[in-house]
């Protein structure tokens, strides 16, 4: 079972975060930008799919 943390703030908007390997989720391309300057691992994805079974 994968086990996610949300975040939701109005500097980054919503994020998800896999705590299985830290990798961040968003659908969000200048976000994603910026995290990878940090050294993040990030995965962009359709906005419909980031919030799948939360509706």
Not at 23 to 50: M, N, P, W, Y
Request: glycine letters at 10%; a negative charge.
């Amino acid at each position: 079972m994968a086990n996610f943390m949300v975040c939701n703030e109005s500097s980054h908007g919503t994020l998800r975060l896999f705590t299985g390997d830290g990798c961040f989720l968003t659908s969000d391309q200048k976000v994603a930008e910026e995290l990878l300057k940090k050294g993040k691992r990030v995965h962009i994805v359709d906005a419909r799919e980031f919030f799948a079974g939360y509706e």
